[in-house]
C-alpha cells in the first residue's frame, strides 16, 4: 500500500480510537462503581438502543472479513457462515432472550445457579464462559494483524504482533474504565459505521454490474478458477465424506453456539424487563439480516473484481477480500477514491474489531468475577471488590488473547470462530436449555452438562487438522491428528447433552421441585426478576 493509504487509514483509525476512548473516560467519570453499573449499565439501554448494540456485538471481523473472504475464495460453501449466523437468532429469540432476562443478573450462570448449588455450578459455567470468550477474542485479534499487515504492505510480521497488542491494551482501558455504559456505546457507534460502509459497498459492487446479480456471479465463477464448480456446494465441503460431515458439524455450531455466548446473553441484562430485551433481539435480527445479505453481495464482489487469486495470495486465509475490493471499486491503486474508500473501510473493520473485543472482554471478565472469584470469596465481603477483581480479569484475559492471537495469525477469523461457536453449543446451550426447560435437572446434571460438553469439544479440536497434520495447522511440523474434523460440533454438542441427562438420572440428590416452579413463573412471567 501507498503511503497516503497509510496516513489516511491510520489516521481514521485515531480518530475513531480517540472518540471512543472519550466515550469511555466520560462514563468512566460518571459512574457509580456497583455491580449492576459496571455488568450491565444500570439497565437503562432502550430496545433500539441495546438492538444495535447486539448488532455491534455479533458483526465481528469474522462476520466483515472472514466471511466475505470465504465466499471469495470458496463461493457456495462460503455462504453456510451467513445462513447460520442469522438463522441463529431464532433460537435466541424464541428460546433464550426473554427467559435469560428473567432468570439471571448478570450472566448465564445465575440462570442455572437458581434452582441448583450455586458453587460447583458457578465454577463449571464460568469456566466455560471464560474459555468460549478467550476463544472468540483470538479471532478478532487475528482480523486486526491481518488487517494492519495488508495496510503495511502484507509483509510486516512485527507491525501485525504489534497490532494485537495494541487492540489487547485497547480493550482493556475500554472495560476497565467504562464498563458495560461504555462498552455498549462503542458498540452502538460501530454498528452504525459498519451498516453504512457495507451499505456503500454493497451499492457500489451492485453498480459496478449494472444492478445484475446474475452478471454478478457469472463473473465471479469466470474468475474464481474454479468455473461453474464455484456455484455449487462441495468446493470446500464436498471433496469427501469427511468433508461434508465438517460441513453439517460447522452448521450445527453456527445455528445453536449463538445462545450460549457469554457476550451476547449478557446484553440481554442491559434493559429494563423481558420485553424490551425481546424487542432489542426484533432490532438485531433486522440489522444482522440486512447486514449477512450483503456480505454474499460483497463476497462474490470480490471474487469478480479483484479475483481469487489476488485475494489468496494477499491472505491465504481470505481476510483481506473486503479491504482489496473496496481499493478496486474506489479507482484501483493509486487512486484518490481508491485510498479514501481502502482507508475507510480498514478502519470501519478496525472499529469493528475493538468494539467486539471489548464486549466479549466484559463478559469473560464478568464471568471471572461474578462466578468464579463470587465462588470462592469469604462470606461478608463487600460487593464493590467484585468490581475490582473484574477490571484486574480484564487484563489477564487481553493478556491471554494477545498470546493466543499471536499464535494463530495465519487462520481465516471466521473459521476461528466457528471453533468457538462450537464450544459454546456443546458446554453452555445444554445446561442453559436443561435449566429452563427440565424439571428434573439437578446440580450433578448442570457440572456434567458444561464438562462434558467443554473437555470433549477442546480435546477434539487439538486432535484435530487445525491443530496439527496438515500445511495450514497451527503446528504444521508435528502430526498428532486423530480426529478427522475441523469442527467438533458433531460429536460434541450431542455429548454436552448427553451429559446433562446421564448426570441428571444417576445424580442421589433430588431434584427441587418448588426452585423449578418457581424458575418456571419467573422465566415466563417475569415475576421476581431484577
Not at 489476488?310 to 484501483?332: E, F, K, Q
Request: aromatic fraction near 10%.
Amino acid at each position: 500500500m501507498t503511503g497516503t493509504h497509510q496516513t489516511l487509514a491510520l489516521v481514521l483509525f485515531s480518530a475513531f480510537v480517540a472518540v471512543t476512548l472519550g466515550i469511555t473516560t466520560w462514563v468512566g467519570r460518571n459512574r457509580h462503581g456497583s455491580a449492576e453499573e459496571f455488568y450491565a449499565g444500570g439497565r437503562l439501554f432502550s430496545p433500539m438502543e441495546n438492538g444495535f448494540a447486539i448488532a455491534g456485538d455479533y458483526m465481528s471481523a469474522a462476520s466483515f472479513l472472514g466471511i466475505s473472504g470465504l465466499i471469495a475464495l470458496f463461493g457456495y460453501d462460503g455462504l453456510l457462515y451467513s445462513v447460520g449466523f442469522l438463522v441463529a437468532w431464532l433460537v435466541v429469540l424464541f428460546l433464550v432472550a426473554e427467559l435469560v432476562r428473567n432468570c439471571g443478573r448478570f450472566t448465564m450462570a445465575d440462570v442455572v445457579a437458581s434452582r441448583m448449588r450455586e458453587r460447583p455450578v458457578r465454577i463449571a459455567a464460568g469456566t466455560s464462559s471464560v474459555t468460549v470468550s478467550v476463544l472468540y477474542l483470538v479471532a478478532q485479534m487475528v482480523g486486526a494483524g491481518s488487517l494492519v499487515a495488508l495496510l503495511l504492505g502484507g509483509k510486516s510480521g512485527a507491525a501485525q504482533a504489534w497490532t494485537v497488542v495494541g487492540v489487547g491494551a485497547l480493550m482493556v482501558i475500554y472495560v476497565s474504565l467504562g464498563g458495560m455504559r461504555a462498552t455498549t456505546w462503542i458498540q452502538i457507534v460501530k454498528a452504525v459505521l459498519l451498516m453504512g460502509g457495507t451499505i456503500a459497498l454493497t451499492a457500489l459492487v451492485l453498480t459496478r454490474f449494472h444492478g445484475d446479480f446474475n452478471q454478478l456471479l457469472r463473473t465471479a465463477a469466470a474468475r474464481s478458477g474454479h468455473g461453474s464448480d464455484f456455484l455449487v456446494p462441495g468446493l470446500k465441503y464436498g471433496g469427501s465424506w469427511t468433508a461434508r460431515l465438517d460441513f453439517i458439524s460447522l452448521g450445527l455450531a453456527l445455528v445453536l453456539g449463538t445462545a450460549g455466548l457469554p457476550h451476547i446473553l449478557s446484553r440481554f441484562y442491559t434493559v429494563p424487563t423481558a420485553r424490551a430485551a425481546r424487542r432489542s433481539v426484533i432490532w438485531s435480527i433486522g440489522l444482522i439480516g440486512s447486514f449477512y445479505l450483503m456480505t454474499i453481495v460483497l463476497g462474490f464482489g470480490a471474487a469478480a473484481i479483484v479475483g481469487s487469486g489476488a485475494v489468496r495470495s494477499s491472505n491465504a486465509a481470505g481476510n483481506t477480500a473486503v479491504p482489496l475490493l473496496a481499493l478496486d471499486l474506489g479507482g484501483g491503486a493509486g487512486s484518490t477514491g481508491g485510498t479514501v474508500l481502502f482507508a475507510i473501510v480498514a478502519a470501519v473493520a478496525f472499529a469493528t474489531i475493538l468494539a467486539v473485543v471489548a464486549g466479549i472482554t466484559l463478559a469473560s471478565s464478568a464471568s471471572v468475577a461474578h462466578d468464579l472469584y463470587a465462588s470462592l470469596r469469604r462470606p461478608g465481603a463487600k460487593q464493590h471488590s467484585e468490581v475490582a477483581v473484574a477490571r484486574v480479569a480484564a487484563a489477564g484475559i487481553g493478556v491471554l488473547a494477545i498470546g493466543l492471537g499471536l499464535l494463530a495469525r495465519d487462520l481465516n477469523v471466521a473459521f476461528l470462530v466457528g471453533l468457538a461457536f462450537a464450544v459454546a453449543a456443546s458446554a453452555n446451550l445444554p445446561v442453559l436449555l436443561y435449566s429452563l426447560f427440565w424439571r428434573n435437572f439437578t446440580t450433578r446434571g448442570a457440572v456434567w452438562s458444561v464438562y462434558g460438553g467443554l473437555v470433549p469439544a477442546l480435546a477434539l479440536v487439538v486432535l484435530s487438522p487445525v491443530v496439527s497434520g496438515s500445511p495450514t495447522s497451527l503446528f504444521p511440523g508435528v502430526d498428532f491428528q486423530f480426529f478427522p474434523l475441523e469442527n467438533p460440533g458433531l460429536v460434541s454438542i450431542p455429548l454436552g447433552f448427553l451429559a446433562g441427562w446421564l448426570g441428571t438420572v444417576t445424580s442421589a440428590e433430588p431434584p427441587d421441585e418448588a426452585k423449578y416452579a418457581e424458575t418456571e413463573v419467573r422465566a415466563l412471567t417475569g415475576a421476581g426478576a431484577v
